[in-house]
């Protein structure tokens, strides 16, 4: 959107101006009752250095409305984390004085657990000529993820005296997602644990036939079954043991994953430490993302069981993972505790439908925030580990990140 669409102009009296107006009032009653000129004549003087403000305000600061304001935002914010906003302002009116820059931007809370408050960023210039454009590069940080807007930037000036002040307001919305803070993913570590943990789960997976030049891995021997394809049969163990014996294969470990958040949280009256639960859930789960990006062709599925529920998939190495971060970024969690166990009773089928083809043999990464609860049973997806941000720290695979803005954070009020 473009700033010139949408200006919005307006005078205002400052506090200043009316406390001028009411001293002069008062010269001017001491002046008029008790006949001393010298009062009402200094009365008449601050009532016209007021009349010259306004008209300079009104006739010769009509410029204001003519500035072309452009704010640069980088594509990626992580809470907690500093980055640069730019703002370029051009001026091809006439000379403008003591301008006054502001730019708020404000946290729409809707998909986070915490309180938000609007952050506001502020500069002076004291001169802005003609056909001349200016840079303001400003360092800041935002403290909380999830969805912030910058709606639009104000510029005062009360030059010369300051007694009142034309605003102009330069509608220029711009929207962020303020991904969580990552820490640091020790990859072959978790793929190890994946790897060796057996699934949790009751479903069996259905038989997969060997194609044709498929890769498949060598797991064991067993006896011949009839339907078997003579070309694994093990001949030499055949001819040891007197009995045809033939190779089990199994598909190698898959290099996908599917991720679940169970983002439970506790009610509005709870401590800020319980708040912190979830998000070093959210914490982890999103450095695990980013971890699993760092080599290309995989796919990544994540499943937020919050409310509503919602599954995406992602390819690594495409800008479909970034949907995957923001998905993070504005979990708001439930307080319902029991929402593993209600996955649990659901039907098999139901919760693997959800996932593409591809990805219903893959790991499962089970990441809960709830550190007192024991470990679901029957669930209907083949969890490879159930853990907790803690556990994972414990185990040496997770370091969580250096800066905690949430630890700083108070819960929102229901």
Request: hydrophobic letters at 45%.
């Amino acid at each position: 959107m473009s700033p010139r669409e949408k200006i919005r102009s307006r005078i205002r009296p400052t506090w200043q101006g009316v406390f001028w107006l009411l001293l002069a009032a008062v010269l001017l009653t001491q002046g008029w009752y008790r006949t001393i000129g010298l009062l009402a004549f200094l009365a008449f003087f601050l009532f016209g250095l007021m009349a010259i403000e306004v008209l300079y305000i009104v006739c010769w600061r009509r410029g204001l409305n003519q500035l072309q304001i452009k704010r640069r935002l980088p594509e990626v914010i992580v809470a907690g984390q500093p980055f640069f906003v730019e703002l370029e302002i051009q001026n091809p009116g006439r000379r403008q004085f003591g301008l006054r820059i502001e730019d708020p931007v404000e946290a729409e809370t809707g998909g986070r657990p915490f309180a938000g408050q609007s952050a506001q960023w502020g500069d002076y210039l004291w001169q802005l000529p003609r056909k001349e454009k200016v840079v303001r590069r400003v360092q800041r940080v935002l403290p909380q993820r999830g969805k912030y807007r910058w709606s639009g930037i104000r510029v005062s000036t009360g030059f010369p005296l300051g007694l009142c002040r034309r605003e102009a307001y330069y509608e220029y919305i711009q929207e962020r997602v303020v991904l969580p803070p990552v820490g640091q993913v020790n990859l072959p570590h978790l793929q190890s644990v994946l790897e060796l943990q057996p699934p949790r789960t009751t479903t069996p997976r259905p038989w997969q036939r060997p194609l044709p030049g498929a890769e498949f891995e060598f797991h064991g021997l067993r006896e011949y079954r009839s339907g078997d394809s003579p070309r694994y049969v093990h001949w030499r163990s055949s001819a040891r043991t007197g009995q045809l014996l033939v190779r089990e294969m199994e598909p190698p470990a898959s290099e996908d994953l599917v991720l679940v958040l169970e983002a439970w949280r506790p009610d509005s009256n709870a401590d800020a430490e319980a708040f912190a639960d979830l998000e070093e859930a959210i914490s982890l789960a999103a450095s695990v993302v980013l971890a699993w990006n760092r080599q290309a062709g995989r796919h990544l599925a994540l499943l937020v069981l919050d409310r509503p529920c919602r599954i995406l998939a992602a390819e690594t190495a495409t800008p479909s993972v970034r949907n995957l971060l923001e998905a993070l970024a504005l979990v708001q969690g439930c307080t319902e505790a029991p929402l593993a166990d209600a996955l649990a009773t659901a039907s098999p089928g139901a919760q693997l439908l959800g996932l593409p083809f591809q990805l219903r043999q893959a790991p499962v990464l089970w990441i809960s925030s709830r550190t007192n609860t024991p470990i679901p049973k029957n669930l209907p997806l083949p969890v490879a580990l159930w853990t907790t941000p803690r556990q994972a720290q414990a185990a040496g695979w997770y370091n969580p990140p250096a800066v905690r803005p949430w630890q700083q954070l108070e819960p929102a009020v229901d």
